[in-house]
Nanobody, 125 residues
């Protein structure tokens, strides 16, 4: 099965920028629909963005649309999340996730089978 490892989290000032990466091993990432979720303590995981196998289709939560960009490099087995003008409310643990489900448009955590360990993102005001 695929293993996912996130990197790039940290502390950033509001209005700055940050890029998260997720590197896959064990399987070819191009076989998976992949995405990002985030979670605050005591809250459910929240959908952030997803991208289809080829990278030609993307979907975003309304709260991050036009500010975050999801992309993938299948040759490098890597997924990215570019965060532009982040806000304090974007502070959370961000998780990379993958699924072998046919189709696209999955926004619920149960629809994804494989998860990274998470990376903390803190946006200061």
């Amino acid at each position: 099965q695929v293993q996912l490892v996130e990197s790039g989290g940290g502390l950033v000032q509001a209005g700055g920028s940050l890029r998260l990466s997720c590197t896959a091993s064990g399987r070819t990432l191009g076989n998976y629909v992949v995405g990002w979720f985030r979670q605050l303590p005591g809250k459910e995981r929240e959908f952030v963005a997803a991208i289809n196998r080829s990278g030609g289709s993307t979907s975003y939560a309304e709260s991050v649309k036009d500010r975050f960009t999801i992309s993938r490099d299948n040759a490098k087995n890597t997924l990215y999340l570019q965060m532009k003008t982040p806000k304090p409310e974007d502070t959370a643990v961000y998780y990379c996730t993958a699924t072998l489900r046919a189709g696209f448009g999955f926004v619920r955590a149960y629809e994804y089978a494989y998860w990274g360990q998470g990376t903390q993102v803190t946006i200061s005001s």
